[in-house]
């Protein structure tokens, strides 16, 4: 037989059982909204991790002493940072800052072209008689201007010499006060006036920049009780060359290893770039998506269940009607064909429909999960390569769940099938 004359047949058992195919195809339905929905979600999630990252810049170094700190400003890795830590005694969780020699054995090191010392702390900020807590971070003027990936949106970085003066992130700018702060409107801060010099750009990143105030390091070290220490709380470099960050990472582990007096077993300090963290963050990202996806494939595959059922059925109607094919010279491959086609097709029509479906809720869902606070930021991604696999794989799923059905409606003797009632 032609495949057009197998496709009509296969396309004429669909149409003529409407109720017990539509209750199949919905089973298929549900599956691949699933898939499309979970997916998209997932999609999303790494795409905005994806650019909250990108304002860590793909060429920067951070350091941090022991461990608990290294991971503190990434949510989600300080608890496998502690969970480390935990297993391997040797591992401090806090150790001691990092020192002046700490900064000049990075700044020694080739292939470095900017070192930032950075202490930081929490502080009262009062401002139109409205007191806010906020994250205050001192630094190295000269290096830091360099090394801050966020543009200003108004006025300046700071400068070496500067005194009494702040650079506030967009966050604190907008959003912390009632009134929001503007260029050279004064602060105070542990009882002294600041004036705002700089007001940075929203920039989103992991980095936390937009809800932060940038200060001198030595007027940051006496406003947070460190005055005349020459300790750090981090140290950021920027590597000239992104591409020999490994190397530099490397040599840097190295050289603070001998400096500081520790092994790699036992090291009090954790160094991290922001390709290592996008590593961290997309394993996770992947397994996440990966879970999400199979939980979305079950019901894709009580769909099968259903198509397999529905095709037995199918078979046992059509008994005396495949009699009289194979009476009429009808092979054993044409009969699998038109069952294989009729499941193929209930997974088609369940794919295209799923996928409608799926889109709907992608959609709706950043809608309705945003509504659950300010700090919910949910967005849905919908490549074309994720529909035409998830249909792709409707009509596979439904193949395979009609070849069993459609391999003994092929066997079928016609002397049986045509003595069947």
Known sequence: MRFKKLFKLALNILLNSKLRSWLTIIGIVIGVAAIVAIVSLGQGATLNVQERLGGLGADLITITPGVEKAFGGFKGLGSGAMLAASSNPSI??????????????????????????????????????ETSSIS???????????????????????????????????????????????????????????????????????GGEDNRIFIQIDQARYILGSAGQKTFDSISAKVSDPDSIDQIVSEIESRLLISRHVTSRNKDFTIISSKSTQEVIDSVLDTINIFLGAIAFVSLLVGAVGIANTMFTSVLEKTKEIGIMKAIGAKNYDIMMIFLLNSALVGFVGGILGIGLGYVISEMLPNLLNRLGPSVSVRTLIPTSLLVETLFLAIIIGVIAGAIPAYRASKLKPVDALRYE
Do not use: C, H, M
């Open 136 to 206: 205050i971070q001192g630094v190295d003027a000269y290096a830091w201007k360099y090394l801050v990936n966020t543009e200003l949106e108004a006025g300046r970085y700071l400068n070496p010499g500067d005194t009494n003066v702040i650079v506030v992130g967009s966050g604190v700018a907008k959003s912390t006060f009632k009134q929001p702060l503007a260029l050279n409107r004064p602060v105070t801060i542990d009882g002294r006036l600041f004036k705002v010099v700089g007001i940075l750009k929203e920039s989103g990143g992991i």
């Open 92 to 129: 401090s969780l806090k150790s001691k800052n990092l020192t002046d020699k700490d900064l000049q054995t990075v700044k020694s090191i080739e292939g470095i072209s900017y070192v930032n010392g950075v202490v930081s702390g929490r502080v009262e900020v009062f401002y139109l008689a």
